[in-house]
Nanobody, 122 residues
Framework: AQLVESGGGMVQPGGSLTLSCAAS????????MSWFRQVPGQGPERVSS????????RYADSVKDRFSISRDNVQNILYLQINNLAPEDTDLYYC????????????????WGRGTQVIVTS
């Protein structure tokens, strides 16, 4: 099983990016999925989650007006669209596979990608 992120890069403030997470080696549609971001020296922040069926989503308060999570259960890809990027969004973004039920808190994860770097700078 593997998760591979892509789509990161260097963008100016106010710009947009769409991150992708390609899943392989497991039944993608059977798992809830999440995006995290990691700032060096700090713990990971779960920014968004999506139910395995794709109809239910969750967002951290800090991003809910600018981030949009979605998934394609045919192509086995998870997406994160980020709008109106700000310098504080500079982070390593990575996806993870959730093993726990949707309602369980905190959720459990057993598979992580290596991440894609987003740099927001003018």
């Amino acid at each position: 099983a593997q998760l591979v992120e892509s789509g990161g890069g260097m963008v100016q403030p106010g710009g947009s990016l769409t991150l992708s997470c390609a899943a392989s080696g497991f039944t993608f549609r059977a798992y809830h999925m999440s995006w995290f971001r990691q700032v060096p020296g700090q713990g990971p922040e779960r920014v968004s989650s999506i139910h395995k069926g794709g109809a239910i989503t969750r967002y951290a308060d800090s991003v809910k007006d600018r981030f949009s999570i979605s998934r394609d259960n045919v192509q086995n890809i998870l997406y994160l669209q980020i709008n109106n990027l700000a310098p504080e969004d500079t982070d390593l973004y990575y996806c993870a596979r959730q093993t726990s039920d949707w309602a369980m808190y905190p959720p459990d994860y057993d598979l992580w990608g290596r991440g894609t770097q987003v740099i927001v700078t003018s």
